[in-house]
């Protein structure tokens, strides 16, 4: 990718994370980048094609700092999923509940006005409850975890409160929202230890 794309991409993603999709015109990122319209149109053919960029940018990034450390490590399960969730607490910590999730944000926005970046956000939001059901599987597969537990719909409570948490603690702006609801999420998943 070349560095003028890159870069059209990284200042879009700030301005929409927090102005969002619709509030942000190609015409602002090309002021804040300094990149002219031939290029713009050069790399995108629209701002929808720019959009479905700034999706993959994000995914990327939530995927390298936070899927992989949390999931691609020896750790067992358990503390797998603890880790996705304090990495997750450690990212909004530093952004001091400034901007929430920028995949939510803009998942939140689009959904229901725009079916093509509806359906992306639910392949993402899916592949991330598959990562977690798979630590959870693990963990009840080696005896850790009960029977009656159901990693699907687990997994699914988990990153509903994660989005739910994240959407509460930038209304807030409080971080401790965040954190009691990430002690709470651990707390729950413990209410299955064999």
């Known amino acids: 990718m070349s560095s003028t794309k890159e870069h059209v991409i990284e200042i879009a993603t700030r301005l929409m994370h927090l102005r969002g999709f619709n509030n942000t015109s190609v015409d602002e990122v090309l002021k804040e980048s300094g990149v002219g319209k031939g290029n713009f149109y050069y790399y995108f053919k629209s701002k929808e094609e720019l959009g479905y960029a700034i999706i993959e940018n994000n995914l990327k990034r939530f ?7 949390a999931f691609e490590n020896p750790n067992d399960p358990l ?11 450690g990212l909004h910590r530093q952004r001091n509940c400034l901007g929430g999730c920028p995949m939510g944000n ?9 079916e093509g970046f509806r359906k ?7 592949s991330w409850r598959e990562r977690v059901a798979a630590a959870l599987l693990r963990a009840q597969a080696s005896g850790r975890l009960t029977d009656t537990m159901d990693p699907a719909r687990l997994a699914q409570f988990i990153i509903a409160g994660v989005e739910g948490g994240i959407l509460l603690t930038k209304v807030k702006k409080d971080i401790r929202v965040l954190e009691n609801c990430f002690a709470q999420l651990k707390v729950h998943v413990r209410m299955y230890v064999s």
């Not at 995927?63 to 450390?69: M, Q």
């Not at 803009?106 to 725009?114: N, V």
């Not at 992306?120 to 899916?126: A, P």
């Open 63 to 69: 995927s390298d700092r936070v899927l992989s450390n």
């Open 79 to 89: 503390t797998q999923i603890d880790d996705f969730l304090d990495i997750i607490l």
């Open 106 to 114: 803009m998942a939140m926005e689009m959904s229901d006005i725009h």
């Open 120 to 126: 992306r956000f639910q392949e993402i939001f899916e």
